[in-house]
């Protein structure tokens, strides 16, 4: 075997190749002081192929940096295999699961109107509620991977977390699956409209003047009419997406609904959009704590936030 001592290499968990997949990369192994061609790609990942990575105590195997797209697309592409595969550790599939979803959704922001991303988005979100209903630890395994940092790629993939499982609190179960797969849909894209404001009003550090809120408030309308465009996206999927600012007693946007007129998803959507733009780093404010933040969303609630739901937030992140 050839090695090739020039180029660079990333490590991959053999656990994270699914059984029986094709390749589109070389995987390679380390030996001496270079990397060994181990397997090529278009191959087969079997069963006989792990076994006996384990019991030669390979746990590791190593791609070129070149491949790093095929891989991330690899994983993605088999993210339901590795989603429910008992043999795969929590931390790998949370690791898996909010890579792809940021992927997906930076993805979208960057090419909104390319239809295929919108259907991958679709199939992320229905991965992230897969793995989210397996129990309590997939829920933190997720949070510590959370970024103080505000993008609003990451953004989508917190709020999606937080509104799944608050759905699931609230009552949605496996007998409302559809609906909770809808859900993620709509939080894991509700800014997508946010592609159609000017990036300098986005993420400008300061306040913004009445004009560039004309344009703001427009975001959730822009989304909506960009969902409506892929029909993978489900009807229900358009509700977070157009009600995500709207506030009980009407001083939301973008049409000023009052609370019997907001569906229980805009309110899910609500609370845990606020959630996580506090507790990030924003261009024009410094991330909270999150004793900080529940507190003063506490001072929302009935105003601008359901209470009920709020509450039942609250204990969801206190462990209760």
């Keep these: 075997m050839k090695f090739d001592e020039e180029a660079d290499y990333v490590p991959v968990q053999i656990g994270s190749i699914p059984l029986d997949s094709i390749l589109s990369f070389n995987l390679y192994i380390q030996k001496n002081n270079g990397y060994a061609l181990y397997r090529e790609k278009n191959l087969e990942f079997t069963a006989e192929t792990k076994s006996r990575l384990i019991a030669n105590k390979v746990d590791c195997l190593y791609i070129m940096q070149t491949d790093t797209q095929r891989y991330l697309d690899f994983i993605e592409s088999n993210l339901s295999t590795i989603v429910s595969d008992p043999n795969t550790s929590v931390d790998f599939k949370s690791k898996a699961v909010y890579e792809c979803a940021s992927k997906v959704v930076f993805d979208v922001l960057q090419q909104p109107d390319v239809g295929e991303n919108l259907v991958r988005a679709v199939g992320v979100a229905q991965n992230l509620v897969d793995f989210l209903m397996q129990g309590r630890e997939p829920f933190f395994k997720l949070l510590t991977r959370a970024t103080r940092d505000y993008y609003t790629y990451n953004h989508s993939v917190h709020t999606c977390t937080y509104a799944v499982v608050l759905a699931k ?152």
């Design 169 to 320: 609190k609230a009552g949605y179960s496996m007998t409302n699956r559809t609906m909770l797969d809808d859900l993620a849909t709509g939080i894991l894209i509700h800014d997508i409209g946010k592609s159609r404001v000017p990036e300098e009003i986005i993420n400008k550090p300061g306040p913004l003047t009445p004009e560039e809120w004309v344009e703001i408030r427009k975001h959730p309308q822009h989304g909506l009419d960009m969902a409506r465009n892929i029909s993978a996206v489900r009807p229900l999927s358009y509700i977070p997406i157009l009600q995500h600012h709207e506030k009980l007693d009407g001083s939301g946007y973008p049409n000023g609904l009052h609370d019997k007129d907001i569906h229980i998803f805009g309110k899910i959507a609500a609370i845990v959009d606020v959630f996580d733009a506090m507790t990030t780093k924003r261009s024009y404010a410094p991330a909270k704590s999150y004793f900080d933040t529940l507190k003063e969303m506490l001072t929302m609630a009935d105003r601008h936030l359901d209470k009920k739901l709020l509450l039942e937030f609250i204990k969801l992140l206190t462990g209760r």
